[in-house]
């Protein structure tokens, strides 16, 4: 018989067939009071299982839009819910979690799965839920044993997962798919239309290699089935061409998704995803997840062994959200989700396991960095307080005016010197916003009020170039009598042990006020006697360790912090992302600056553009081409970048002085590589994306970008700053290898905008908000589930994590919660 939980429900299921099957039962949806249901009936002590599949036909009845078909899903609930089957729980259910002090783990370990429990009697309701088997290998295990403890995966298999960053079934579980493919609404060749994103199953009818007269390789194959075929091509290189060509076995069976374009009148798809059918799939009607493989994994295996994984592990993952969070936010509870994002009965399903999972990911970040805030704001400091009227007298000192914003951002920080709590500001802006002689005024403020002054940036090349400037700016300050004559000592690899020497002595003893480095100021060999300001520039390339132990050099104070980041951040997210921050935008240009201007190039056109370059050269500027991003591998990128190399000074520029810049070079020959272009002795720099951040070359007016359509706003705008700092006119050239929507907007958008931070909002409409949780820092981790429609989730995140930290300051109450915070962001917990 019905208790109260499952009554009330009842109520409303049949004021629902009342209203006709409207959905209006409940204000927002029935879907909106499946999480209400939830904790109605674990308080009847419901079996939970159960419970949640009846919370998944509410969800799967909302996202019907048939009525008929409703009328049968809601009869069907109700009997359900009238059913005489017993539902209570176990009174030792084996899924639930032990509290945290009965178990010697730590809180963030997941307890380890019991024997596996006795086989619950059948239940008739053809839409029971899922059964939970226990992995083969190991009845016993927790979720942190290793890969190999799954029945299919052996070493060889762990190693392939290992490059994918999975060594644990927890690793497993969150492992998300990159896509999927609805086989539940499969489409024949001769009903698709232009423009949609659509997955076809067909056979391979012919597939064959074709080569450019620019040396691009296309490989063409006509796929078909019982209506009809279609042609799909894929542009590639003469290394990629014939591995990719054997995939393509004439009869082959395939399944191919992609956006339908259009060629000559005739619809087509332009590389579009593919992968070998599995008829169990297909015939089953399924949503297929799609995962990222690396060489030597199959397709089938990873789903394989995904559905084991799923089929058990979710039900031993403990809730770790606050109930309230769960109830207001109408989340998913996380067993579900952890099914629903590997294979989801419905899309409308998979996108709540999605959203459930993603506010996870900013809960926890938010959590992580308003916790950080508080730490922050009641470190010790030592009051830096100069004399009143320096500052009007160092900006007097100047050669230029500054820009209202560079006023604004040098009052705030001045004003944080002077109190006894640690400054943590970041100084946000463009490339050429004039960052850097903000961050000269405040040094030299600490400076005259007795402390030491420190910059840290991520490579020797720029080290000296802010060595370089900075020593010539201190210098007029002293011609003005703003400061006395200074020593800026430079600390970077490079420098020898006999001059090293003499800049820690320098440091120990108070003689050098001011140096700047590279990480080298964090060796163990440095002591200040009095570091009361960090600079660290390009934040986002060092670790919060490196960060952390440059702060440990001031000793028992703290000194204050100035971050430097000429990554734009939308406005919307900068509160989000940087919340433990103080944050100062630059939102000014310096009056004078020409802007680059800034082509996208046809394949037609690649000659002239290269004859272009020349004329440039024969006038004694210098020019960068930036290498396509290869996502295989740093190794494949170098491989490509020197092949590149080679042909560019073999058919291109035969008679210029070429360099070579990629990843996988030694730290001392990229240096080198970079002094060399910066000195003029080679006249084009050849190189990867590592160029992005760390060179500045006046004489350097072209920057062409090979395979542009593969880079991010963010870093087509970093490459163009690159040019642009001299007297003469620049240029940025974008050449794309192949064509899509997004591409193509991204593309458009640099030519047409220079605002960075213009082109950072473009960015976050185009790609989403969870790219950006990578310029926060190195070692953070990833967004991986966030996307372009989360502002809501970001919003809700920081508003939950305010309030449970007003009522849990420390997260005691909350230690599952606690745990993951703290895992996650572990490199922030033990730095600070």
């Given at each position: 018989?019905?208790?109260?939980a499952?009554?009330?429900?009842?109520?409303?299921?049949r004021?629902?067939?009342?209203t006709?099957?409207?959905?209006k039962?409940?204000?927002?949806?029935?879907?909106?009071?499946?999480?209400?249901?939830?904790?109605?009936?674990?308080?009847?002590?419901?079996?939970?299982?159960?419970?949640?599949?009846?919370?998944?036909q509410m969800?799967?009845?909302?996202?019907?839009?048939?009525?008929?078909?409703?009328?049968?899903?809601?009869?069907a609930l109700?009997a359900?819910l009238?059913s005489?089957?017993?539902?209570l729980?176990?009174s030792?259910?084996?899924?639930?979690a032990?509290?945290?002090?009965?178990?010697a783990?730590?809180?963030?370990?997941?307890?380890?799965?019991?024997?596996?429990?006795?086989?619950a009697p059948?239940?008739?309701?053809?839409?029971?839920?899922r059964?939970?088997?226990?992995?083969?290998?190991?009845?016993?295990v927790?979720?942190?044993?290793?890969?190999?403890?799954?029945?299919?995966?052996?070493?060889?298999?762990?190693?392939?997962?290992a490059?994918?960053?999975?060594?644990?079934?927890?690793?497993?579980l969150?492992?998300?798919p990159?896509r999927?493919?609805?086989?539940?609404?499969?489409?024949?060749?001769?009903?698709?239309t232009?423009?949609?994103?659509?997955?076809?199953?067909?056979?391979?009818?012919?597939?064959?290699?074709?080569?450019?007269?620019?040396?691009q390789?296309?490989?063409?194959?006509?796929?078909?089935?019982?209506?009809?075929?279609?042609?799909?091509?894929?542009?590639?290189?003469e290394?990629?061409a014939?591995?990719?060509?054997?995939?393509?076995?004439?009869?082959?069976?395939m399944?191919?998704?992609?956006?339908?374009?259009?060629?000559?009148?005739?619809?087509?798809?332009?590389?579009?995803?593919?992968?070998?059918?599995?008829?169990?799939?297909?015939?089953?009607?399924?949503?297929?997840?799609?995962y990222?493989?690396t060489?030597?994994?199959q397709?089938?295996?990873?789903?394989?062994?995904?559905?084991?994984?799923?089929?058990?592990?979710p039900?031993?993952v403990?809730?770790?959200?606050?109930?309230?969070?769960?109830?207001?936010?109408n989340?998913?509870?996380?067993q579900?989700?952890?099914?629903?994002?590997h294979?989801?009965?419905?899309?409308r399903?998979?996108?709540?396991?999605?959203?459930?999972?993603?506010?996870?990911?900013?809960?926890?970040?938010?959590?992580?960095?308003?916790?950080?805030?508080?730490?922050?704001r009641?470190?010790?400091a030592?009051?830096?307080q100069?004399?009143?009227?320096?500052?009007?007298?160092?900006?007097a000192?100047?050669p230029?005016?500054?820009?209202n914003?560079?006023?604004?951002?040098?009052?705030?920080?001045?004003d944080?010197?002077?109190?006894?709590?640690?400054?943590?500001?970041?100084?946000?802006?463009?490339v050429g916003?004039?960052k850097?002689?903000?961050?000269?005024?405040?040094?030299?403020?600490?400076v005259?009020?007795?402390?030491?002054?420190?910059?840290?940036?991520?490579t020797?090349?720029l080290?000296?170039?802010h060595?370089k400037?900075?020593?010539?700016?201190?210098?007029?300050?002293?011609?003005?009598?703003a400061?006395?004559?200074?020593?800026l000592a430079?600390?970077?690899?490079s420098?020898?042990?006999?001059?090293?020497?003499?800049?820690?002595?320098?440091?120990?003893?108070?003689?050098?006020?001011?140096?700047?480095?590279?990480?080298?100021?964090?060796?163990?060999g440095?002591v200040f006697?009095?570091?009361?300001?960090?600079?660290?520039?390009?934040q986002?390339?060092?670790g919060?360790?490196?960060?952390?132990?440059?702060?440990?050099?001031?000793g028992?104070?703290?000194?204050?912090?100035l971050?430097m980041?000429?990554?734009?951040?939308?406005?919307?997210?900068?509160?989000?992302?940087y919340?433990d921050?103080?944050?100062t935008?630059?939102?000014?240009?310096?009056p004078?600056?020409?802007?680059?201007?800034t082509?996208w190039?046809?394949?037609?056109?690649?000659?002239?553009?290269?004859?272009?370059?020349?004329h440039?050269?024969?006038?004694?500027?210098?020019?960068?081409?930036?290498?396509p991003l290869v996502?295989?591998s740093?190794?494949?990128?170098?491989?490509?970048?020197v092949?590149?190399y080679?042909?560019l000074?073999?058919?291109v520029?035969?008679?210029?002085?070429?360099?070579l810049?990629?990843?996988?070079m030694?730290?001392?020959?990229?240096?080198?590589?970079m002094?060399?272009?910066a000195?003029?002795?080679?006249?084009?720099?050849?190189?990867?994306?590592v160029?992005?951040?760390?060179?500045?070359?006046?004489?350097?007016t072209?920057?062409?970008?090979?395979?542009?359509?593969?880079?991010?706003?963010?870093?087509?705008?970093?490459?163009?700053?690159?040019?642009?700092?001299?007297?003469?006119?620049?240029?940025?050239?974008?050449?794309?290898?192949?064509?899509?929507?997004?591409?193509?907007?991204?593309?458009?958008?640099i030519v047409?905008?220079?605002?960075?931070?213009?082109?950072?909002?473009?960015?976050?409409?185009?790609?989403?908000?969870?790219?950006f949780?990578?310029?926060?820092?190195?070692?953070?981790?990833?967004?991986?589930?966030?996307?372009?429609?989360?502002?809501?989730?970001?919003?809700?995140?920081?508003?939950?994590?305010?309030?449970?930290?007003?009522?849990?300051?420390?997260?005691?109450a909350?230690?599952?919660?606690?745990a993951?915070v703290?895992?996650?962001?572990?490199?922030?917990?033990?730095?600070?």
């Amino acid at each position: 018989m019905p208790n109260s939980a499952t009554e009330k429900l009842l109520k409303i299921l049949r004021l629902e067939a009342q209203t006709g099957y409207q959905d209006k039962a409940v204000t927002r949806g029935l879907h909106s009071f499946a999480n209400t249901w939830l904790a109605f009936a674990e308080r009847a002590n419901l079996d939970k299982d159960w419970a949640m599949t009846i919370a998944q036909q509410m969800r799967e009845y909302s996202a019907c839009e048939d009525v008929s078909r409703r009328r049968a899903m809601l009869d069907a609930l109700m009997a359900q819910l009238r059913s005489p089957v017993v539902r209570l729980a176990p009174s030792t259910a084996p899924a639930a979690a032990p509290s945290i002090a009965a178990t010697a783990d730590p809180p963030q370990s997941v307890p380890a799965a019991p024997s596996p429990p006795k086989p619950a009697p059948p239940a008739p309701s053809t839409s029971a839920p899922r059964r939970s088997t226990p992995p083969r290998s190991v009845p016993n295990v927790s979720l942190d044993a290793p890969v190999t403890t799954i029945a299919g995966i052996g070493e060889f298999n762990a190693q392939k997962l290992a490059r994918l960053g999975v060594h644990t079934i927890r690793d497993l579980l969150y492992y998300f798919p990159t896509r999927y493919d609805d086989y539940s609404a499969l489409k024949t060749i001769n009903r698709l239309t232009y423009g949609e994103q659509v997955t076809i199953v067909g056979r391979v009818a012919s597939a064959r290699k074709f080569q450019t007269r620019t040396g691009q390789v296309i490989i063409r194959v006509i796929i078909e089935d019982a209506s009809g075929s279609i042609e799909c091509t894929w542009f590639t290189t003469e290394r990629y061409a014939d591995n990719l060509l054997k995939q393509f076995a004439v009869g082959r069976e395939m399944v191919i998704s992609g956006k339908v374009g259009e060629y000559l009148g005739r619809l087509v798809f332009q590389n579009p995803h593919y992968e070998p059918a599995e008829r169990e799939w297909i015939i089953g009607g399924s949503i297929v997840p799609v995962y990222r493989l690396t060489e030597g994994l199959q397709p089938l295996l990873m789903r394989r062994v995904m559905r084991r994984v799923v089929e058990y592990w979710p039900a031993r993952v403990p809730e770790h959200l606050p109930a309230f969070v769960l109830r207001e936010a109408n989340l998913m509870p996380i067993q579900e989700a952890l099914r629903e994002i590997h294979f989801p009965r419905s899309m409308r399903t998979q996108e709540a396991a999605r959203r459930r999972l993603a506010f996870d990911e900013l809960f926890e970040l938010q959590l992580a960095v308003l916790r950080q805030r508080e730490l922050w704001r009641n470190e010790p400091a030592l009051p830096l307080q100069p004399p009143p009227d320096l500052l009007e007298r160092l900006i007097a000192a100047l050669p230029f005016t500054l820009t209202n914003a560079q006023h604004r951002a040098i009052r705030e920080i001045a004003d944080d010197l002077a109190r006894p709590n640690a400054m943590h500001r970041l100084l946000q802006g463009d490339v050429g916003s004039g960052k850097t002689v903000v961050a000269a005024l405040g040094m030299a403020l600490a400076v005259a009020a007795g402390a030491q002054a420190a910059l840290m940036a991520p490579t020797e090349i720029l080290a000296e170039q802010h060595h370089k400037n900075l020593t010539r700016l201190f210098q007029r300050f002293a011609e003005a009598g703003a400061l006395p004559p200074l020593e800026l000592a430079l600390l970077t690899g490079s420098v020898k042990s006999s001059e090293r020497r003499a800049v820690y002595e320098g440091l120990s003893e108070g003689t050098i006020p001011i140096a700047i480095g590279t990480h080298a100021l964090i060796q163990e060999g440095v002591v200040f006697k009095q570091l009361g300001f960090v600079v660290v520039d390009e934040q986002h390339r060092f670790g919060v360790e490196q960060r952390a132990a440059l702060r440990r050099k001031a000793g028992a104070l703290n000194p204050h912090t100035l971050i430097m980041s000429a990554t734009p951040i939308p406005r919307t997210l900068a509160l989000t992302l940087y919340g433990d921050l103080d944050n100062t935008v630059l939102d000014e240009m310096p009056p004078g600056r020409q802007p680059v201007k800034t082509y996208w190039i046809a394949p037609t056109e690649r000659e002239r553009a290269y004859q272009f370059v020349r004329h440039q050269l024969d006038q004694g500027r210098q020019a960068y081409v930036i290498c396509p991003l290869v996502e295989e591998s740093e190794k494949v990128e170098a491989k490509a970048a020197v092949e590149e190399y080679e042909r560019l000074q073999r058919e291109v520029f035969p008679g210029y002085r070429l360099g070579l810049l990629h990843g996988k070079m030694k730290p001392a020959e990229k240096e080198a590589a970079m002094q060399a272009f910066a000195r003029g002795e080679t006249q084009v720099l050849v190189s990867t994306a590592v160029v992005e951040v760390g060179i500045d070359v006046p004489n350097a007016t072209v920057m062409l970008i090979e395979g542009a359509n593969r880079f991010g706003l963010a870093q087509l705008h970093q490459f163009r700053g690159r040019v642009g700092r001299g007297e003469h006119q620049s240029y940025c050239l974008l050449f794309a290898d192949s064509s899509n929507d997004l591409a193509d907007q991204r593309l458009q958008a640099i030519v047409n905008t220079h605002d960075g931070f213009k082109l950072a909002e473009i960015d976050l409409e185009l790609r989403g908000p969870g790219d950006f949780f990578g310029t926060r820092q190195s070692g953070e981790p990833e967004l991986r589930l966030v996307n372009v429609h989360d502002r809501d989730l970001l919003e809700q995140a920081r508003a939950f994590a305010e309030r449970l930290l007003q009522e849990d300051p420390d997260l005691s109450a909350h230690p599952l919660l606690k745990a993951k915070v703290e895992v996650r962001f572990r490199a922030e917990a033990e730095t600070t």
